[in-house]
């Protein structure tokens, strides 16, 4: 098993399309693994709410819909992996998670049980995910809970993903403080500006501004176990509030390394893209508020003025 | 691919033109740069490096071509670097004067049309 999830996580790296991953390791699967396995590959885009997916012979996603319709996303079902000899060809199936719809994913564990039927699990989990609720935690436990009542032979996993919507609501965050967040952090903010119906231009800068502060964050970070920042983002009063909060303590850049050179320019791109920057550093971390009017004629005369 | 930025390149006699797809920031500075640097060959006397299709650049990318302008300058090859003017990325380098400092142009064609004067030499 743990070589099959190896070999898909590569196959991830480089196919295309869903369905094409999974034909990789159900080819895969022949050669390596005397067993039958299951398994659903999923790819889901946060920006445009696409879902895609190819299904080997695992129980079907549940998709709760932001307005109440439930059903089970039931197309594209092929073998499992290693059950026939000349499998054809996997496909993929699109689906779409408007804002506020939850979409459950689990293993058999959680709907067979001995004595009777899949479909009546099926059903049972239905019916008590109708109304997921606001907390994910919360929904999970609850389903877990009424579902599961007897000891069971198998694993059992389930992963709920809701679909956030983002419109001019602050968006709050709290990331490791590591490099590869960078990219992730800047999808998402780029998602929010966009909600709010920012100017591209003002955007950019907002980006290239909140990426410089990030950035500050992660290094004063360096060193320390499990260091999180955290990111907010508020609309108020026609502007946009970014504050940046990080846990670490901070290092004074040494000489001219990669990291004082990248610094200086920083604070002058950062000061100069936004119409204000504070910098609150203690020992205990580090508060970065910027602020950014998103009216565009304000914008006009910093140009002129640069 | 899951990369963040693409690396692609050209020699055109001993002009090396290199592109940079996609995003740049401090997670993978280090490996654009690498991959720039392989590039460029010893028969390189000038280096393009076209920013057109860069959708992301900040203080790390800067102080990449920092770096890079010092190596070229180093070993005597030219260094210019192409920003169209509507460029998400143009603002950075106005910002914080580094068109004083690199050979910014806004088009590859001005880029790559032939001999410019010795123009990061006399700026630096």
């Not at chain 1, 999974?22 to 920006?47: H, Q, W």
């Not at chain 1, 129980?59 to 092929?78: D, F, K, R």
């Not at chain 1, 950019?204 to 990426?211: E, F, I, K, R, T």
């Not at chain 2, 001993?14 to 060959?41: K, P, Q, T």
Request: net charge negative; hydrophobic share 40%.
């Amino acid at each position: 098993m743990g070589q099959l999830r190896m070999a898909l996580r590569a196959y991830a790296l480089e196919e295309g399309s869903p369905s094409q991953v999974v034909g990789r390791v159900r080819r895969l699967v022949r050669v390596l693994v005397p067993d039958i396995v299951t398994l659903i590959y999923l790819v889901f885009d946060p920006e445009s709410g696409t879902l895609r997916f190819a299904n080997a012979g695992h129980p079907p996603p549940l998709l709760v819909e932001g307005n109440g319709e439930i059903s089970y996303l039931e197309g594209g079902l092929g073998p499992p992996l290693g059950a026939t000899a000349h499998p054809r060809q996997d496909i993929d199936v699109a689906a779409h998670l408007d804002a506020g719809s939850t979409l459950l994913l689990f293993t058999d564990g959680l709907v067979e049980r001995r004595g009777t039927s899949i479909l009546d699990g099926l059903t049972r989990l239905k019916t008590l995910a109708a109304d997921p609720g606001q907390d994910l935690e919360a929904l999970c436990d609850h389903l877990l809970g009424s579902m599961v009542t007897e000891e069971v032979s198998d694993d059992i996993a389930l992963l709920a993903l809701r679909q956030v919507s983002l419109t001019a609501e602050p968006l709050f965050l709290r990331l490791p403080a590591e490099p590869q967040v960078l990219a992730p952090l800047r999808q998402t903010v780029r998602r929010w500006l966009r909600e709010i119906d920012a100017d591209p231009g003002i955007v950019d800068d907002v980006l290239v501004a909140c990426g410089e502060a990030s950035a500050n964050a992660i290094q004063h970070a360096y060193g320390a176990k499990d260091g999180l920042f955290e990111v907010s983002l508020v609309l108020s009063d026609g502007a946009v509030e970014v504050t940046i909060r990080d846990l670490g303590s901070w290092r004074p850049s040494s000489g001219s390394g990669r990291a004082a050179r990248r610094g200086g320019l920083g604070q002058r791109l950062m000061r100069a893209l936004m119409d204000s920057v504070d910098v609150d550093s203690g020992s205990e971390g580090t508060v970065v508020r910027m602020r950014r009017s998103l009216q565009v004629e304000v914008d006009r005369e910093r140009t002129r003025a640069r | 691919m899951n990369e963040l930025a693409r690396v692609e390149s050209e020699q055109h006699g001993s002009v090396c033109l290199v592109r940079i797809f996609g995003e740049i920031d401090m997670s993978n500075d280090r490996d654009v740069l690498s991959e720039i640097e392989v590039a460029v060959g010893r028969e390189t006397d000038r280096l393009v490096v076209d920013l057109t299709h860069t959708t992301y650049l900040d203080s790390a990318g800067l102080a990449l071509l920092l770096r890079l302008a010092e190596r070229m300058q180093a070993r005597q090859q030219m260094l210019s670097v192409v920003v169209p003017v509507d460029s998400p990325v143009r603002r950075a380098f106005e910002l914080t004067g580094l068109a004083n400092v690199i050979d910014v142009v806004s088009r590859s064609e001005d880029a790559l049309s032939e001999t410019r004067p010795g123009h990061s030499n006399d700026q630096m």
